[in-house]
Structures are given as C-alpha cells and as structure tokens.
C-alpha cells in the first residue's frame, strides 16, 4: 500500500522543541514537492512548510525563523524541525506529498504546546 507516514508529535512545554517526521511507504519521495500542514481545532488546516523536488523551501509566517523543513532522500522521508513552540503551534500535523496527479496526505500526528 502506497502511504505516508507521520510521527514525533507529542507534547511540549512552550519555547521547547519537536521534530516531526514523515516517511514513504512503497514509493519513493524523491520527485514529489513535499509539505506540512497544520490543523487547530476550529481551524482550516493550512500549510506551515513545503520543499519542492529542488529542495527550495517556503514556510508560513507564523513559523519562519522557527520551524526547518529538510529532505532525508536516504530513508525516503521528509522532516520537520520545530523550534521555540508557543501554544499557537498546537496542532494535528499532516504530511502531504504531490507529483503531477498523485498526492498522498498522512493521518497526522498530534502536536500540544502547553505549561
């Protein structure tokens, strides 16, 4: 079965630090542009983080200076280093892939910033 998998969510004390990261099962991710989304609760989901086949990066505001999107081509994966949490980045974290007509989205990994 072809998927992605999330995991390293958890939880952290605010100004703390998380890396989340997603893996390819049965496909390789090497030519997929690569992204993370976010969804709070009564939120829409929107995305934090993409790198494209090139490794150019954009990230969303509310996390640029904080939060590292990378490629690991050698497990297949694609990781999420997130730094100084505040209890805004409380979330459900999806990965998502896409390659012309294909997309795959994970089921998400849980993210809780609180003291």
């Known amino acids: 079965q072809l998927k992605v998998v999330e995991s390293g969510g958890g939880l952290v004390q605010p100004g703390g630090s998380l890396r989340l990261s997603c893996v390819a099962s049965?496909?390789?991710?090497?030519?997929?542009?690569l992204g993370w989304f976010r969804q709070a609760p009564g939120k829409f989901r929107e995305e934090v983080a993409s790198?494209?086949?090139?490794?150019?990066?954009d990230y969303a505001d509310s996390v640029k200076g904080r939060f590292t999107i990378t490629r690991d081509p050698a497990k297949s994966a694609v990781n999420l280093e997130m730094n100084s949490l505040t209890i805004n980045d409380t979330a459900v974290y999806y990965c998502?892939?896409?390659?012309?007509?294909?997309?795959?989205w994970g089921q998400g990994t849980q993210v809780t910033v609180s003291s």
């Open positions: 998502n892939a896409q390659l012309g007509g294909f997309e795959y």
């Open positions: 049965g496909f390789s991710l090497k030519y997929y542009a």
């Open positions: 790198i494209s086949e090139g490794g150019g990066t």
